[in-house]
């Protein structure tokens, strides 16, 4: 598959990459895409909550009542999960809600996002630029040169540049990453992504088989 070079100006440079097949053009599979999601999910989760239990909720140890002759239910103390203000059973404690997921699925999953949004054509390739100094207003321009002022976009870097990246860090709608830091998620909450036209290279390279 081959894409047309644009100019950070929306128009045309006359040049085109070419995406290779075996990245952009595999068989997408569903399931990896649904592991891979589910682990950066969870990545995401502190897991730090918690709540207490009987032993240690605040509270007096001195049987309420007497075992039997009350009519009602035996009682052991105020700290029962029975009474108000006492321990919760079986509660949240902390916990790691990661999972292993290997390399190959992950590889797999990527890959797959990529060819859902080649298919849906919802990938563009921009020649390289940089900064001289991070100016919001010139990504604002850069947005709607590429006709996504309204869409959630995406821009693949090839290599970190921090210009670009400040520029950009308080709009909405806009996300830059690293060809290494490219993930299932950001491909897919995307509505559009923009390549730069050297990190294009470095993801066939690295990407491919």
Excluded: C, W
């Excluded at 598959?1 to 128009?11: C, D, I, N, P, W």
């Excluded at 592991?35 to 502190?46: T, W």
């Excluded at 909405?172 to 294009?200: M, P, R, W």
């Amino acid at each position: 598959m081959k894409l047309a070079v644009y100019k950070t100006s929306g128009e045309d440079t006359g040049r085109t990459v070419e995406l290779r097949d075996d990245v952009f053009g595999i068989s997408p599979n569903d399931h990896a895409i649904y592991l891979d999601v589910k682990q950066f999910m969870a990545n995401k989760r502190q897991g730090t909550h918690k709540s207490k239990e009987r032993n240690e909720v605040s509270g007096s140890t001195k049987k309420l009542k007497k075992q039997k002759g009350t009519g009602g239910a035996r009682a052991g103390g105020i700290k029962s999960p029975l009474f108000r203000g006492g321990g919760r059973v079986f509660g949240p404690v902390p916990r790691d809600y990661d999972f292993k997921l290997n390399k190959k699925v992950k590889l797999l999953a990527r890959k797959s996002a990529l060819t859902y949004k080649a298919q849906e054509s919802q990938i563009v390739v921009v020649e390289d630029f940089t900064l001289d100094e991070p100016k919001t207003s010139k990504m604002v321009e850069f947005k709607q040169n590429l006709k996504t002022e309204n869409k959630k976009l995406l821009l693949v870097l090839n290599q970190a540049n921090k210009n670009i990246y400040l520029s950009s860090r308080n709009l909405q709608g806009i996300k830059v990453v690293k060809i290494s830091d490219l993930n299932t998620y950001d491909i897919l909450n995307a509505s559009s992504i923009a390549f730069l036209e050297s990190s294009i290279e470095a993801l066939n390279e690295n990407f491919g088989q």
